[in-house]
């Protein structure tokens, strides 16, 4: 059997058979290429919907710090001014988070 083969498993899992996981990330180990998924943003208008949107982002070695930061410091502002997590936000803090 050759290894580069796929398993039945493998192939109705659709498995590319040169990808594995890294820190439960797709890895591509024949392009040394590490990918990173975003969820799509839904509406996000309160304090609980924000935070929603910032954790389902996994990241685990930090490599998409320099796009989250901006997010965290949104929701550390939202956390400052103590408003509450269903209260919808200011139009100018939900501007700041659609761009």
């Known amino acids: ?12 899992l659709r498995v590319c058979l040169h990808e594995t996981k890294l820190l439960g990330l797709p890895y591509d180990k024949e392009k040394d290429i590490l990918k990173l998924t975003f969820p799509t943003a839904a509406p996000t208008r309160t304090k609980r ?15 998409s710090a320099p796009r989250t930061l901006d997010s965290n410091v949104l929701y550390g502002e939202v956390c400052v001014k ?3 997590w269903d209260t919808v936000l200011k139009l100018s803090l939900i501007s700041y988070w659609e761009k």
Do not use: F, N, R, W
């Open 1 to 12: 059997m050759d290894p580069e083969e796929l398993t039945y498993a493998k192939d109705q």
């Open 49 to 63: 919907a924000l935070l929603s949107q910032i954790a389902k982002i996994y990241d685990p070695l930090g490599v």
């Open 82 to 84: 103590k408003i509450s």
